[in-house]
Nanobody, 117 residues
Framework: QVQLVESGGGLVQPGGSLSVSCAAS????????MGWYRQAPGKQRELVAE???????SYADAVKGRFTISRENAANTVTLQMNSLKPEDTAVYYC???????????WGQGTQVTVSS
């Protein structure tokens, strides 16, 4: 089992910046992928950004150039730095951890990000 604890999020004005972090603990194997998904009211959960334990990243088109994902392997943490935030970025942001070989996913409890003036 892997436990995920998220932090960060909150309320920010359009154009502002915010970061969310996630710390993983438990039975962690080195070959894994961590990432952030988001779900806005009435919409499906969607990928925001992911990063592998080797450092390869992928981003949703909607956030490219504005969001940056990074991780600290020694601490099993992942951080999403969000800049130039827009109202449409408002959502609950969920951390996801995947053991790549087994394909098993673990999810955090979610943290609210609200972009509003």
């Amino acid at each position: 089992q892997v436990q995920l604890v998220e932090s960060g999020g909150g309320l920010v004005q359009p154009g502002g910046s915010l970061s969310v972090s996630c710390a993983a603990s438990g039975r962690i194997f080195s070959f894994n992928r961590m990432g952030w998904y988001r779900q806005a009211p009435g919409k499906q959960r969607e990928l925001v950004a992911e990063i592998t334990s080797g450092g390869s990243t992928s981003y949703a088109d909607a956030v490219k150039g504005r969001f940056t994902i990074s991780r600290e392997n020694a601490a099993n943490t992942v951080t999403l730095q969000m800049n130039s935030l827009k109202p449409e970025d408002t959502a609950v942001y969920y951390c996801k951890f995947r053991h790549i070989l087994s394909g098993v996913d673990y999810w955090g409890q979610g943290t609210q990000v609200t972009v509003s003036s």
